[in-house]
């Protein structure tokens, strides 16, 4: 039988994940988006903060998942285009695309200026291809540490 008030519940939240989608959810924009090429790179969305001492620093993985969204969906032009209702199926694979991304981190405790430490992303690959995304080759990425006092 029907449930009508599960049906409502269940517009509700596919509603709320599109608005959260389309309004953006991450770190503030650090890149110009590039769509020419296809291929969304995970890592050039990451930047590394560093701080406290030196010999006692500590590392944070920031991810601007605003602009490696709008890159997948192929720009902002395009995320205007979609209508909220039509394009749920669409936008939900994005979504289950990005939200299988995990990131790593060698080292993020007791560093020095000077060190490196080396971010890895790993995602769900059948999510990437049902959303039609490529996020490329590139697995990891290094970053030097500067700025501790």
């Given at each position: 039988m029907f449930n009508h008030r599960k049906f409502?519940?269940?517009?509700?939240?596919?509603?709320?994940?599109?608005?959260?989608?389309m309004t953006g959810c991450g770190?503030?924009?650090n890149q110009k988006i590039d769509t020419a090429d296809g291929v969304t790179n995970i890592l050039d969305y990451v930047t590394v903060d560093f701080s406290g001492k030196n010999g006692?620093?500590?590392a944070f993985v920031?991810?601007?998942?605003?602009?490696?969204?709008?890159?997948?969906?192929?720009?902002?032009?395009?995320i205007k285009e979609m209508d909220e209702v039509e394009?749920?199926?669409?936008?939900?694979?994005?979504?289950?695309a990005v939200s299988s991304?995990?990131?790593?981190?060698?080292?993020n405790k007791e560093l020095s200026n000077g060190d490196q430490v080396i971010v890895s992303v790993s995602y769900d690959n059948s999510a990437a291809?049902?959303?039609?995304?490529?996020?490329?080759?590139?697995?990891s990425k290094t970053f030097e540490v500067k700025g501790l006092k």
């Amino acid at each position: 039988m029907f449930n009508h008030r599960k049906f409502i519940l269940k517009i509700t939240a596919a509603a709320m994940t599109v608005t959260l989608f389309m309004t953006g959810c991450g770190a503030g924009k650090n890149q110009k988006i590039d769509t020419a090429d296809g291929v969304t790179n995970i890592l050039d969305y990451v930047t590394v903060d560093f701080s406290g001492k030196n010999g006692e620093g500590t590392a944070f993985v920031n991810v601007d998942y605003d602009g490696m969204e709008t890159e997948m969906v192929g720009g902002e032009k395009k995320i205007k285009e979609m209508d909220e209702v039509e394009d749920l199926t669409e936008l939900t694979k994005y979504i289950n695309a990005v939200s299988s991304i995990s990131f790593s981190i060698d080292k993020n405790k007791e560093l020095s200026n000077g060190d490196q430490v080396i971010v890895s992303v790993s995602y769900d690959n059948s999510a990437a291809q049902a959303a039609g995304v490529n996020f490329g080759d590139q697995s990891s990425k290094t970053f030097e540490v500067k700025g501790l006092k």
